[in-house]
């Protein structure tokens, strides 16, 4: 798998419930989200929510580290680096459970000081587990795994808590630079879990028709038509 989800599993449904109870599924009945990437999209996962519940950024800590555990092998993981913004707290979360070195990598060098975009001491040598919230079309996570790579890390694997799985040239991004994403939940798992007990019935047929095409939902509401059509944008304010 270089590409994120395995079968249903324990997992998947577990942190799609955590997902779901926790709010993070949010869909816009209005004005469209913008992401990242500049695609527009009805939903937006904010699992930034995760971090404010006690209970909550637990249970996704357990998760992580339950998937770590079936996934790689034991001692493979010399330190755990979150990625700027939102993945920092989680991967911190995780390297305290595992009782791992963290590290954290900036989006790009800080531009003063030592001009760092790894931060938290050296990565030069080790083995280093990228921890972020969520994939959409993974650039981000690849701008991230070069930025530790240049500092020495060897960078293979990427642990996500979610992962759209629709976007265009993820997996094949991910793959052209060596990167295996785990995901705990992606879209599946959650429509699998909600079971008509969290999303309204109109807003999951949105999401499902968003899901069914999603360069086409994207360019029917104004954002980025095709990979490589557009460069990010960002709203000024939501
Ligand atoms: O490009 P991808 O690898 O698919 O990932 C998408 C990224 O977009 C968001 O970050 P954003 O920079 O919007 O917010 P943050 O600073 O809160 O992390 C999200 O948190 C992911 O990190
Ligand atoms: O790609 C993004 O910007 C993005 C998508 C999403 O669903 N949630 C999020 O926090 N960011």
Not at 64 to 72: F, G, M, T
Not at 88 to 116: Q, S, T
Not at 135 to 145: E, G, M, N
Not at 167 to 174: C, M, S
């Amino acid at each position: 798998m270089s590409a994120g989800k395995t079968a249903p599993d324990a997992i998947g449904e577990a942190t799609a419930r955590l997902l779901l109870e926790a709010g993070a599924v949010q869909v816009s009945r209005g004005q469209p989200f913008v992401l990242a990437a500049g695609w527009a999209s009805p939903v937006y996962v904010d699992c930034r929510l995760l971090i404010g519940q006690p209970s909550w950024r637990q249970t996704a800590t357990a998760l992580a580290a339950a998937a770590i555990a079936q996934r790689l092998a034991p001692g493979r993981i010399e330190a755990i680096a979150g990625a700027e913004t939102a993945g920092i707290a989680f991967a911190a979360w995780l390297a305290d459970r595992l009782e791992l070195p963290l590290r954290y990598v900036r989006k790009r060098p800080l531009g003063i000081g030592h001009n760092a975009q790894v931060e938290g001491g050296p990565v030069d040598g080790l083995e280093v587990l990228l921890m972020d919230d969520l994939t959409t079309d993974a650039a981000s996570k690849v701008a991230f795994a070069r930025g530790l790579r240049a500092a020495g890390a060897t960078v293979t694997q990427v642990l996500t808590i979610f992962y759209h799985q629709v976007f265009p040239g993820a997996a094949e991004r991910l793959a052209q630079d060596g990167l295996t994403l785990h995901a705990l939940a992606g879209w599946d798992d959650v429509l699998r879990a909600d079971r008509g007990e969290w999303l309204a019935a109109e807003d999951r047929r949105e999401i499902e028709r968003f899901l069914a095409d999603p360069i086409a939902w994207s360019t029917r509401h104004g954002g980025r038509s095709a990979p490589g059509a557009r460069q990010p944008v960002r709203r000024e304010s939501s």
